[in-house]
């Protein structure tokens, strides 16, 4: 009993690993090979991935002294085995959610012997990651629904509802030094938060922003990299500034998209309502409502166009939306989302119209269906590769 629980504890450290994108190639392996040994421990692992689950486990310690819970914890399992210490590195953010403890806690309440229910069966759905959120002294913490309340070094205070978001305030306290903190989202995650200004921001998957947590001076500025939504609030006396690799935007009150990821050949924006100014090295473009700039980082070519913008923010609730749209661009946003790898194995099959809506909360193997059905491509997976030709 006491060997099984040994792994159990092993195996919750690899599954929250796996959660917060930080396993290693070989916890993997390992975490892959104990899913597929029998159909009970996949179920177990959906289980405990499952939403419900983890809610539960987060109410339950959002009510209650985590730092006694978790030593008390530590205790436990200290009594039920002396001959292996718990080690467990977390820092004093990270230790208020204690991801890997719900995870065991799960495991050790359940007899080795206890039968899975029926009804449990295989989740269809896609089970989000969490953002992470980096402090003015470079503390990180992963942001799972929670109650919770943080106050920044120049007193600004950050505060987490369970039902999702952010919200940072200011008082007559706050001290007028800039000081930044970093929202970054992983595969599988989208994220909305509200900054000081009253500014509403969505991220999507493996995007990032920096930004001062009180805006002081003329400006108000941020830098962000990937695909980002903003209703930013008005206020004409300071102008506000999105910094983006190799391009800035320049707004007054508005709501835009923004989509400029490291490995895409082009960065996009796309006005909603309002009005922006895109500076694109020297030169400065102004956009109307409806319209999308889009710039070639290869050719260093603008171009300027009228599209339904609703389908370039459609990402922020829960959908992808691809009309017209070249396979091979199509899977760099899937690949972004799932975190799969698409191979083409043909430049015709990479180079074919894809139009459709995928959901984010489907699984990767509904787009993959879709693709055998409406296509005349062949597809096979391989380890966490699909191959299409």
């Not at 467990?88 to 065991?104: C, N, T």
């Not at 990032?208 to 001076?217: E, W």
């Not at 993959?368 to 597809?379: D, K």
């Amino acid at each position: 009993m006491e060997h099984n629980k040994e792994i159990w504890f092993e195996i919750s450290d690899m599954i929250y690993n796996s959660l917060a994108g930080e396993i290693t190639e070989e916890e993997q392996l390992k975490l892959d090979e104990w899913k597929n040994a029998s159909d009970e421990n996949r179920d177990l692992y959906e289980r405990i991935c499952s939403d419900e689950v983890m809610q539960d486990k987060i109410r339950l310690y959002a009510n209650s002294n985590v730092q006694t819970a978790f030593d008390s914890f530590v205790r436990r399992r200290e009594k039920k085995d002396t001959r292996r210490r718990l080690i467990v590195r977390i820092s004093r953010y990270a230790a208020i959610i204690a991801l890997p403890l719900f995870i065991a806690l799960f495991y050790f309440q359940r007899e080795v012997t206890e039968e899975l229910p029926e009804q449990l069966g295989k989740m269809e759905e896609v089970k989000k990651n969490a953002p992470v959120l980096t402090l003015s002294n470079g503390e990180q913490m992963v942001l799972y629904n929670q109650d919770l309340t943080l106050n920044e070094e120049n007193g600004v205070q950050i505060t987490m509802k369970t039902e999702g978001g952010m919200q940072y305030s200011t008082s007559d306290s706050t001290k007028a030094e800039m000081v930044y903190n970093t929202l970054t989202t992983p595969s599988q995650c989208d994220f909305s938060f509200t900054l000081a200004d009253g500014t509403r921001v969505w991220l999507n998957a493996q995007s990032s922003l920096r930004y001062p947590v009180a805006f002081t001076g003329d400006e108000r500025v941020v830098y962000a990299e990937g695909e980002i939504y903003l209703e930013v609030a008005k206020d004409r006396e300071h102008p506000f500034f999105v910094v983006l690799n190799g391009m800035k935007v320049e707004v007054l009150g508005t709501s835009f998209n923004i989509n400029s990821y490291a490995d895409e050949e082009f960065a996009e924006v796309t006005l909603v309502e309002g009005r922006v100014a895109t500076y694109v090295g020297k030169e400065r473009y102004n956009l109307q409502p409806g319209r999308q700039l889009r710039w070639d980082k290869e050719n260093q070519d603008v171009n300027i166009k009228v599209v339904n913008v609703e389908d370039y923010i459609a990402w922020k609730d829960g959908q992808y939306v691809f009309k017209g749209r070249a396979l091979s661009e199509v899977a760099r946003v899937l690949q972004r989302w799932y975190e799969v790898e698409i191979v083409f194995e043909s430049e015709e099959s990479a180079k074919v119209i894809y139009t459709g809506v995928i959901y984010k909360e489907e699984s990767f193997d509904a787009f993959i269906q879709r693709l055998r059905e409406t296509s005349s491509l062949s597809c096979r997976i391989e380890g966490d590769k699909l191959y299409v030709k």
